[in-house]
């Protein structure tokens, strides 16, 4: 396995402006996943596709998100109008589908600062 | 909605010791437990759990799950400095959340020399 790459790795920026992050997951996984972590919490689910498809997505994710895995490789993840309550670690993690469980593997993560 | 609750959030333990740490779940429709290992950014893979009693060991690690009283717990035995970081558990639900995981906060590891 290569690992779930993760681009970039640090991004600060002022209030109001627009961010993308990139995931590229390990290439035979099919499943990838968006978490958001803020400091001294467990990281918190956003969204995940099955391949091209955008499958769940949490309420935590305002309009202002929005994600995307076009033909099914690797995931951007775009907020709009950034906010200082944004700023936290981006993680991105992969999987393939288990019989009984969800093995995720994760990426080092996005580290936002919304200034 | 699903809820994880790890204890202690912290812990100070010395090279040798022997640390447990918990994790309790509320969680509709169960399908796996999962202890990660945070150091410094990515989260790594420990353990993954889906039947009770039995335990897994890798190493000096060692984890159980018992789905009657909804906990799991890990055991770390003979502590050694580079176990120190946050040890995650999360819960896997089948159904409309299939795939999704729900962690708890974490437990900050200590281990001084």
């Known amino acids: 396995d290569t690992g779930v790459s993760q681009d970039p790795r640090h991004k600060i920026t002022k209030r109001g402006q627009n961010v993308t992050f990139r995931c590229d997951p390990i290439s035979e996984h099919n499943r990838l996943y968006w978490y958001r972590q803020t400091l001294g919490q467990g990281p918190e689910f956003l969204t995940y596709?099955?391949?091209?498809?955008?499958?769940?997505k949490s309420r935590l994710l305002s309009d202002r998100f929005s994600a995307e895995r076009p033909k099914g490789s690797f995931s951007t993840l775009e907020i709009q109008r950034t906010e200082q309550g944004d700023s936290a670690m981006y993680l991105c993690a992969s999987s393939r589908p288990g019989s009984k469980g969800e093995k995720l593997f994760f990426g080092s993560g996005t580290q936002l600062s919304v200034l | 909605e699903d809820k994880v609750v790890q204890s202690p959030l912290s812990l100070v333990v010395h090279e040798g010791d022997t640390v447990t740490l918990n994790c309790s779940y509320e969680?509709?429709?169960?399908?796996?437990l999962l202890w990660y290992k945070q150091e410094k950014k990515a989260p790594t893979f420990l353990f993954m759990l889906t039947s009770s009693g039995i335990e897994k060991k890798s190493g000096r690690l060692s984890s159980i799950l018992d789905k009657k009283e909804l906990f799991s717990i890990l055991n770390i035995t003979a502590t050694q400095t580079g176990d120190s970081a946050v040890y995650l558990c999360?819960?896997?639900?089948?159904?409309?959340?299939?795939?999704?995981?729900?962690f708890g906060q974490g437990t900050i590891l200590t281990v001084h020399p």
């Open positions: 969680v509709t429709n169960f399908r796996s």
């Open positions: 999360a819960v896997g639900a089948g159904g409309t959340s299939y795939g999704k995981l729900t």
């Open positions: 596709f099955q391949n091209e498809a955008q499958l769940e």
